[in-house]
């Protein structure tokens, strides 16, 4: 089964609106991470939200927010005033096991075009 | 601070022929990570070192895949012989392992070509 899902093999959306990137997860881990990485056509992978599975608010770093809907394990990115730069491959990610032999598992992607 | 470094950029080899691939992770970080990324796909974890220690190489193809990590710090890979399936970025990552953000950050990645 799949342990991260992300059922948007691409998107598009119109700069300077908002976009919603769609994850959910299959864990039976109490104690899990959630994160969000950015690949541009460059291909260096970019860090841009983390989400505890213990953390009562939602993530949020400057334009990035983590939609965290712990009961339907769920982890949607939502991107807000869309740039032409946020034009890039968004991966899911979790972080699953104890400290020593943590885990982490990538979901296979989502392609999102911004539109001038 | 210096950012994950990985050697070479790109490489292109023949089917049953070897190669291996270098990373030095950010300085005092403990947590070392390999991962195969096909094109069009997620990276997939192939070993997760915790300073000298294997955490998990159970993705690791270990009839041709090995890796090492001398005294915690950079790691190699390397593949032998290799197949044309093998034809991936390899990315390096690294962690502090410490409290706070558990981020992994990533190398450029080393480019396989397969022929």
């Known amino acids: 089964a799949q342990k991260i899902t992300q059922t948007q093999p691409g998107m598009f959306v119109q700069e300077k609106e908002a976009v919603t990137l769609d994850c959910t997860y299959d864990t039976s881990d109490p104690s899990y991470g959630l994160f969000w990485y950015k690949q541009p056509s460059s291909g260096e992978m970019i860090f841009l939200i983390y989400q505890g599975s213990y953390d009562q608010q939602n993530a949020t770093e400057g334009r990035y927010s983590l939609n965290f809907q712990k009961a339907r394990k769920s982890a949607n990115l939502v991107i807000s005033a869309s740039q032409l730069g946020d034009s890039a491959m968004y991966f899911c990610a979790m972080r699953e096991g104890e400290a020593g032999g943590f885990k982490t598992i990538f979901g296979a992607g989502t392609r999102l075009f911004v539109k001038a | 601070e210096a950012g994950v470094a990985q050697s070479p950029r790109y490489k292109i080899i023949e089917k049953r022929q070897s190669v291996a691939f270098w990373c030095n992770p950010i300085?005092?970080?403990?947590?070392l990570y390999w991962y195969q990324q096909i094109l069009g796909q997620g990276p997939k974890l192939l070993i997760q070192f915790q300073n000298n220690g294997v955490v998990d190489d159970s993705q690791l193809p270990k009839d041709r895949f090995s890796a090492e990590r001398l005294k915690g710090v950079d790691s190699t890979l390397k593949i032998q012989p290799a197949k044309l399936e093998d034809s991936a970025v390899y990315l390096c990552a690294s962690s502090s392992g410490g409290t706070g953000t558990p981020e992994q950050f990533f190398g450029p990645g080393t480019r396989l070509t397969v022929l």
């Open positions: 300085s005092g970080h403990a947590t």
